[in-house]
């Protein structure tokens, strides 16, 4: 089935991309976001002497700043335990790109336009040792060449409604399809889990699920903390 999805997303791509740029001249984000798509692959050549040394690359990718947000804790916990580390964050939207200023990640880059050639260049440049998607901004192509080199592949921050889409036939093939391919997938809540083994159907029982709650949450908290202890020094 994965040949099937895989075939036909990449028929009907190349008209997603041609409606993206007609549209990008009417919406300045849209054309922001496209241009940065088409630097992409130069922005990660130029920073290709990051990628060269022998640590763990692990390559974050966010849609927005909202789940850009979702993923600072983890930034964090990763930054204490090996600040060895190398951190690199792509983004599909101008809003991650322009507004995501912390020293938690090493680059950030808008994710290339997502042609099997265009990815394949970027994995072999940067040469991830895991990928993380937050939420929901999987791109079939990437998921599909990281599974093909054996690159560790981790979803966060998944909710599934009761009422999703993603429950009906055909749409459920394509996410049962998707969410079998990673490694791990951490849902929000208890009910998360369960709406995503309905998806998986028989695969559940070969992809680590684990119920970890919202990663934002952390976050906000963790800002409102330092947030107050400046004020209290006032």
């Known amino acids: 089935m994965i040949y099937f999805w895989l075939l036909l997303y990449n028929i009907l791509y190349p008209f997603i991309f041609l409606m993206a740029i007609i549209f990008s001249v009417f919406n300045i984000k849209v054309r922001e976001s496209i241009l940065g798509k088409f ?36 930034l964090k916990l990763i930054r204490e335990i090996d600040p060895a580390i190398k951190i690199v964050v792509s983004f599909t939207s101008s809003s991650g790109y322009k507004y995501a200023l912390n020293d938690l990640f090493d680059v950030k880059f808008y994710l290339p336009f997502d042609f099997i050639w265009v990815i394949n260049k970027a994995l072999n440049i940067i040469k991830p040792t895991k990928i993380i998607f937050s939420s929901y901004d999987i791109w079939f192509n990437f998921l599909f060449l990281a599974k093909i080199k054996n690159i560790e592949t981790t979803l966060t921050s998944l909710v599934i409604d009761d009422n999703s889409n993603k429950h009906k036939t055909v749409i459920k093939s394509f996410y049962q399809t998707l969410y079998k391919s990673l490694d791990s ?33 952390d976050y906000i908290h963790d800002e409102f903390k330092n947030s107050s202890k400046a004020i209290e020094k006032l």
């Open 185 to 217: 997938i951490h849902v929000v809540t208890k009910r998360d889990r369960k709406n995503l083994k309905k998806i998986l159907g028989i695969h559940s029982e070969n992809t680590k699920i684990f119920v970890s709650g919202n990663p934002r949450v």
């Open 39 to 74: 630097k992409a692959l130069s922005m990660i050549r130029y920073n290709s002497s990051l990628f060269n040394g022998e640590n763990n690359i692990y390559w974050f990718h966010v849609s927005s700043l909202g789940e850009y947000f979702q993923v600072t804790s983890i």
